[in-house]
């Protein structure tokens, strides 16, 4: 028997831009098909450049610090937040960025073939699935797009 609360960690999903008001039921049959993992303040939950992650990442409670060898500290995220996206399209890409736990955290790891299944189950969700990803990573790029503009001035 699991201790995990998996109404509470659908409602996270639920609020986040890639799971955005998919119904609870639904988000708690993917959670409880995926790898829930507790980790403690100091551990990573990704390594830049160490190895290919294991799937979709996304941060249940707590808080992450992201990270560059060369450039420190990124930025912080939290519940919602995802990492790990690429691993979603089969490539073999290492992180860009290490992942370090600041707080007791809870992170769901979603697998490329868990989520998959889930599609299957629910067809529905697939296509609401990747236009959320879709709109996520373009808000991610116009933003970076943005900031090396300004480094640039």
């Not at 639920?14 to 008001?21: L, T």
């Not at 100091?42 to 992450?64: F, H, Q, W």
Request: proline share 4%; hydrophobic share 40%; net charge neutral.
């Amino acid at each position: 028997m699991s201790s995990h609360d998996y109404k509470a960690f659908a409602k996270t999903l639920a609020g986040s831009s890639i799971f955005h008001n998919m119904p609870s039921e639904v988000l708690e049959d993917l959670l409880k098909a995926a790898k829930i993992s507790d980790l403690k303040p100091g551990s990573n939950a990704m390594e830049e450049k160490l190895i290919r992650m294991p799937g979709l990442v996304v941060i249940l409670t707590g808080k992450l610090v992201i990270k560059k060898t060369d450039k420190g500290k990124i930025t912080e995220v939290g519940p919602g937040n995802f990492l790990g996206e690429v691993s979603l399209f089969g490539m073999s890409l290492s992180p860009s960025a290490t992942a370090e736990v600041l707080e007791d955290s809870t992170l769901v790891i979603i697998h490329r073939d868990t989520l998959e299944k889930w599609f299957e189950r629910f067809p529905y969700t697939e296509a609401l699935f990747f236009r959320y990803l879709s709109t996520e990573l373009c808000n991610r790029l116009y933003s970076t797009t943005e900031l090396l503009a300004q480094q640039k001035k």
